[in-house]
Nanobody, 120 residues
């Protein structure tokens, strides 16, 4: 497997939770992105192979990214969801560790995306 594969999107009411999964192995940095309808793609979170994480200000305290190294899956736990969180969410992976931060845009491999809809 080369490209990441996301899963876990869906519809939820405001205040609810969803957990996205990204099946990917052998990469030093995995980033989470989202693209709301009619808007540009934005970074949401990033997680390095050593477990260090970084988050966009808009999701800090509500979203958590983690990894299960045995299963080679990264997760994005999304709590206290808001309608403005509605978007297509992507994970991306790269063998290069630096910088593994939310502002990073250059990733070698991208997933196909999974849609998240939050209703008010």
């Amino acid at each position: 497997q080369v490209e990441p594969v996301e899963s876990g999107g869906g519809s939820v009411q405001a205040g609810g939770s969803l957990r996205l999964s990204c099946a990917v192995s052998g990469y030093s940095c995995v980033g989470w992105f989202r693209q709301p309808p009619g808007k540009e793609r934005e970074g949401v979170a990033a997680i390095a192979s050593d477990g260090s994480t970084d988050y966009a200000d808009s999701v800090k305290g509500r979203f958590t990214t983690s990894q299960d190294n045995a299963k080679r899956i990264r997760y994005l736990q999304m709590d206290s969801l808001k309608p403005e969180d509605s978007a297509v969410y992507y994970c991306a992976a790269d063998p290069s560790r630096w910088p593994c931060a939310v502002f990073r845009r250059s990733y070698r491999y991208w997933g196909q995306g999974t849609k998240v809809t939050v209703s008010s």
